[in-house]
C-alpha cells in the first residue's frame, strides 16, 4: 500500500463546476499537508499550505484536512478552463523534516 | 518565494552519455533537493544538495549515477551519468527556506534514446 493514494483521473467538468480532489493516506505521523498544481511542460506550483486538521480557503480554492480519516481534499469553486492541470498532494512529518510524500497527481480537465 | 530556474529545459540524448543539469535559485534557500517524475508515479527524492559537501542521497540513488554539486547556496548541478532509456524522465530542482514548502522550477525533460 502506497503511503499517499490520489486517483489518477483523468477527471472532467464543464465550466462554473464545484472540484473535489482527494488524497488518502496512511501514516498518521503527517502534520503538514500541501496541494500543488502543475499545468504541463511546467513544474508543480504551490497552491496550498496547511499544518494539521481543517480548512484553509484562498480565493475559489479551499484545502481541507481530516487527520482522523487521513483523508486530504482540494475543493475549487466556479472552475474555469485555465484549471485544467495535474493536481498533486503532498504531506511531510513534523517541522525539521524535509522528506515530501506525494500523491501521483490527479488529471483535471475543465471543459469550456 | 524562491524563483527557481533549470536549464537546459529539455534534451534528447544518447544512450552512455552524461547530461548536466543547472539549477539557479533568485534567492539564498538553506536546502534544495533534486526529484524525478516519471510519468504516473509520485515525485521521487533523488538527493539533497549539501552546500559545499557531498549530497545526500534517497535509497535506490548513488553519487556515481547522479552527482550533484552545490558551490554556494544559490547554484546546484545534477549530472545523470551513462544514460539508459530508464534515465529517460523529468528532473525537478527543488527549494525551501527554514521551514517553508517547497517550491519548484520547471524541470528537465530527458529523453534517451
Known amino acids: 500500500q502506497k503511503e499517499v493514494e490520489q486517483d489518477p483521473g483523468p477527471l472532467s467538468v464543464p465550466e462554473g463546476a464545484i472540484v473535489s480532489l482527494n488524497c488518502t493516506y496512511s501514516n498518521s505521523a503527517f502534520q503538514y499537508f500541501m496541494w500543488y498544481r502543475q499545468y504541463s511542460r511546467k513544474g508543480p506550483e504551490l497552491l496550498m499550505y496547511?499544518?494539521?486538521?481543517g480548512n484553509k480557503e484562498d480565493g475559489r480554492f479551499t484545502a481541507q484536512v481530516d487527520k482522523s480519516s487521513k483523508y486530504i481534499s482540494l475543493f475549487i469553486r466556479d472552475s474555469q478552463p485555465s484549471d485544467s492541470a495535474t493536481y498533486l498532494c503532498a504531506m511531510k512529518e513534523a517541522s525539521g523534516t524535509y522528506k515530501y510524500i506525494f500523491g501521483t497527481g490527479t488529471r483535471l480537465k475543465v471543459l469550456a | 518565494s524562491a524563483v527557481i530556474s533549470q536549464k537546459p529545459s529539455r534534451d534528447i540524448c544518447q544512450r552512455g552519455t552524461s547530461l548536466t543539469i543547472q539549477c539557479q535559485v533568485d534567492?539564498?534557500?538553506?536546502?534544495m533537493f533534486w526529484y524525478r517524475q516519471q510519468p504516473g508515479q509520485s515525485l521521487t527524492l533523488i538527493a539533497t544538495?549539501?552546500?559545499?559537501?557531498?549530497?545526500?542521497?534517497e535509497s535506490g540513488f548513488v553519487i556515481d549515477k547522479f552527482p550533484i554539486s552545490r558551490p554556494n547556496l544559490t547554484f546546484s548541478t545534477l549530472t545523470v551519468s551513462n544514460m539508459s532509456p530508464e534515465d529517460s524522465s523529468i528532473y525537478l530542482c527543488s527549494g525551501r527556506t527554514g521551514d517553508s514548502p517547497l517550491h519548484f522550477g520547471n524541470g528537465t525533460r530527458l529523453t534517451v534514446t
Open positions: 544538495a549539501n552546500q559545499g559537501s557531498e549530497a545526500t542521497y
Open positions: 534567492s539564498q534557500v538553506t536546502m
Open positions: 496547511t499544518y494539521s486538521s
